[in-house]
């Protein structure tokens, strides 16, 4: 039987290896694991692992988000209910900020990819988004790899810091449907093409 979920958290979204769900004050625990940990924290701003303050501090900005615009990043849980990580969207700067981190164990598994794409799907078919980017150290290939697979095209590299940058735009009118249905067929096979699309995404 699958765990009820707290009326403060809503289904975003599900298919059949994962569901997708808005925020709740106890993701704290889990979410506090992900962002302390230094593989996951690597290519992410510094690369310095984030207390458990801030984790709650990140995760109150996620729920301002959700009940200002109703999108923001949604926790990706599996089928099972066991939280795996988050992928969504944000505002930076005026733009929309496509991203994501998984928990170490869920690296290279293709509920990674089914995932992403449930939540492209959401945000630029249910949400009214139209454009989103994605900012990733050049050195993460895995992330910006499964971004380019989803479709996302490279806009520029550049450096900041010293650290080469990759920047990559999705719009809404480039249709990907085709694309995610593609890859929904290799992910039923798990081939170790796409296995590989999927591993060390946390960008």
């Known amino acids: 039987m699958q765990a009820a979920i707290p009326s403060d958290a809503r289904v975003v979204a599900r298919s059949r290896v994962c569901v997708l769900r808005t ?8 979410y ?42 949604w926790v990706v849980e599996t089928a099972g ?13 005026g733009r929309v900020d496509w991203g994501g981190r998984c ?14 794409i449930l939540a492209l799907r959401t945000g630029l ?28 095209r490279t806009i ?10 990759i920047r990559q735009e999705i719009l809404r009118a480039d249709d990907c449907d085709e694309r995610w249905r593609s890859l929904e067929a290799r992910m039923a096979g798990s081939t170790s093409s796409l296995r590989s699309a999927c591993r060390g995404a946390g960008a």
């Open 103 to 116: 928990l170490p164990r869920f690296w290279g598994t293709p509920m990674i990819l089914d995932a992403a």
């Open 23 to 30: 925020w709740r004050p106890d993701d704290e625990e889990w």
């Open 32 to 73: 506090a694991g992900l962002v302390a940990n230094p593989r996951v924290m690597r290519y992410i701003g510094d690369g310095t692992p984030r207390s458990r303050a801030r984790a709650a501090a990140e995760i109150r900005g996620f729920r301002e988000e959700t009940r200002v615009r109703g999108w923001s990043r």
């Open 81 to 93: 209910r066991v939280p795996a990580g988050y992928v969504g969207f944000s505002v930076r700067d």
């Open 156 to 165: 520029e590299h550049y450096a900041e810091g010293g650290i080469v940058m």
């Open 125 to 152: 078919r249910s949400c009214g988004i139209t454009r989103a980017e994605a900012t990733t150290v050049l050195e993460n290939r895995g992330a910006w790899r499964l971004n380019q697979a989803l479709g996302f």
